[in-house]
């Protein structure tokens, strides 16, 4: 019902995803540590790309209403709609195999405030990869 439209604009870009927009409904692990509002710290990168990609694919897809949009061998897009209006976060997993690191950016395609979801999103994700 609200799912707006998909960005055009995201995916890695010389190792970086694309920055958050001034709204407050995004989380970006690459952000300035002083952006309190946008920056999230990047989960854990344990084992070589495929085993990590697995497990990360294994833990977003047991969550509910998901869709993988794209996937690579160090990139992992995937589409979350909310289950009472259907409005659709942009969810983005970068493997980064040189800083061991997945670094990750959730994004609202619509409003202006997402009351908190996209990172408690990404904390939900670290806890069960943690798992």
Same mark, same amino acid.
């Given at each position: 019902?609200?799912?707006?439209?998909?960005?055009?604009?995201?995916?890695?870009?010389?190792? &970086?995803?694309?920055?958050?927009?001034?709204?407050?409904?995004?989380?970006?692990?690459? @952000?300035?540590?002083?952006?309190?509002?946008?920056?999230?710290?990047?989960?854990?990168?344990?084992?070589?790309?495929?085993?990590?990609?697995?497990?990360?694919?294994?833990?977003?897809?047991?969550?509910?209403?998901?869709?993988?949009? &794209?996937?690579?061998?160090?990139?992992?897009?995937?589409?979350? @709609?909310? &289950?009472?209006?259907?409005?659709?976060?942009?969810?983005?997993?970068?493997?980064?195999?040189?800083?061991?690191?997945?670094?990750?950016?959730?994004?609202?395609?619509?409003?202006?405030?997402?009351?908190?979801?996209?990172?408690?999103?990404?904390?939900?994700?670290?806890?069960?990869?943690?798992?």
């Amino acid at each position: 019902m609200f799912a707006g439209q998909a960005p055009t604009n995201i995916g890695i870009n010389n190792g &970086k995803l694309t920055a958050c927009p001034s709204t407050p409904n995004c989380v970006n692990s690459q @952000a300035p540590v002083t952006d309190k509002e946008h920056a999230i710290a990047s989960l854990p990168l344990s084992g070589d790309l495929s085993s990590a990609m697995a497990n990360l694919k294994q833990v977003v897809q047991a969550m509910p209403r998901t869709k993988i949009v &794209k996937e690579t061998n160090n990139y992992l897009y995937v589409e979350f @709609a909310s &289950k009472l209006m259907g409005f659709v976060d942009d969810v983005e997993f970068y493997l980064d195999n040189d800083a061991q690191t997945i670094q990750v950016r959730s994004a609202s395609r619509l409003g202006e405030s997402d009351l908190g979801v996209n990172r408690q999103r990404i904390e939900e994700i670290r806890a069960q990869l943690a798992n």
